[in-house]
């Protein structure tokens, strides 16, 4: 079983940054690949980014890639999304994953069986 607490979101400007961070506690949780999502209302839960447990590999949608920039602190048990160059299309609720393994391929939500609880991420002027 494991807990996952996200933390970070907020009301940003065009163009500037913030850092989300996800928590998790249970056993193993190094073993587990670790995503973000995010939702818009009205429309599905969209992956944006992805950290592999066994090869610390990491991926982006192609919307993202090159402004977001997840990494992992093992010592804390931490996933971080770093969004910088924020755009008002990146407003969204934002949840973090887990699922036990995972690879790269892991980029649909179905895949995922643990999730945090959302932060909300607005970009607005």
Request: charge should be positive; glycine fraction near 12%.
């Amino acid at each position: 079983q494991v807990t996952l607490v996200e933390s970070g979101g907020g009301l940003v400007q065009p163009g500037g940054s913030l850092r989300l961070a996800c928590t998790g506690s249970g056993h193993m949780f190094s073993r587990y690949t670790v995503a973000w999502f995010r939702q818009s209302p009205g429309k599905g839960r969209d992956f944006v980014a992805l950290f592999t447990w066994r090869l610390r590999g990491t991926y982006y949608a192609d919307s993202v890639k090159g402004r977001f920039t997840i990494s992992r602190d093992g010592a804390r048990n931490t996933v971080y999304l770093q969004m910088n160059s924020l755009k008002p299309e990146d407003t969204a609720i934002y949840y973090c994953a887990a699922v036990a393994y995972g690879d790269s391929a892991y980029t649909s939500p179905d895949q995922y069986n643990y999730w945090g609880q959302g932060t909300q991420v607005t970009v607005s002027s």
